[in-house]
């Protein structure tokens, strides 16, 4: 399957998808609080995906031979990368720092967006990952114009994120995203600047840095989804759901 450009009207469904994901994101944020397990998480985005009358892009997810993802959200816990599947089990710890993944459908529109929360009080080390990987979201956005290339977008994160020290996940990258979660092209958070694909108007794709405190080697728990860092090192991973337009990009999944 090829680009799918899309039109206003489509980028405008994908906005009012955006808006639900950024809501249920502040809610989930709000309780990321000492106490509180990621099945708890997982209970009040049902209850917000509900009372939004959206879908789930997660529950019953299944892109290969592994199990259907059985949550509405995703929550990564410290050196958890990505996909870490809500449990009864793991309790929110004071100094935790959680990532939280979630992806809806509105009026058969996708919108997907991720944020690392820290918390109650983390250290000073977890708060300049955290800092570092939004940092490099927003240089990744700002290379979304018309006629730059992918290899911008991934060069503007790997380039700030090996600045501040830390390493980029290159197991996992950012994807097209519209009537499906998951569309072409994939979008790298490393490359070379000039290369790639250019962006064309109507093109909508998720970026989301991955960054490791310590070494870029990731490894698959045994449950088929949950993604850690090699070395046990802290992770950090954001997203948002980008419109690339003749105007400049639209943040679909900002307030």
């Given at each position: ?82 996909h870490g599947i809500p449990s009864d089990r ?7 720092v959680v990532g939280i993944d979630f992806a ?42 018309v006629g730059r290339r992918l290899g911008d ?103």
């Open positions: 399957m090829g680009i799918i450009l899309k039109s206003n009207r489509e980028i405008l469904k994908m906005r009012a998808a955006g808006r639900v994901v950024c809501a249920v994101l502040d809610t989930l944020e709000a309780a990321c609080v000492p106490g509180v397990t990621t099945r708890d998480l997982n209970r009040i985005a049902e209850r917000e995906l509900a009372k939004a009358n959206a879908r789930s892009a997660f529950l019953g997810y299944r892109p290969g031979p592994v199990p259907a993802y059985p949550a509405v959200v995703c929550t990564s816990v410290n050196g958890v990368v990505v793991v309790i929110l710890r004071e100094g935790d809806c459908f509105v009026d058969g529109y996708c919108a997907d967006a991720a944020r690392t929360i820290g918390v109650g009080i983390i250290s000073a080390p977890a708060r300049d990952l955290l800092d570092a990987t939004r940092e490099c979201l927003d240089r990744a956005i700002a290379q979304c114009f977008v991934g060069a503007a994160v790997e380039r700030h994120a090996e600045s501040r020290g830390y390493s980029v996940v290159r197991d996992f990258v950012g994807h097209g995203i519209g009537r499906a979660m998951h569309e072409p092209p994939n979008v790298p958070n490393y490359g070379m600047e000039g290369t790639g694909m250019r962006l064309k108007a109507g093109m909508v794709i998720a970026i989301e840095p991955m960054l490791n405190a310590g070494k870029p080697d990731v490894r698959l728990l045994s449950d088929g989804w949950t993604v850690v860092t090699g070395d046990g090192a802290l992770s950090a991973h954001v997203e948002h759901t980008v419109a690339i337009t003749q105007e400049g990009p639209i943040v679909l999944t900002a307030a």
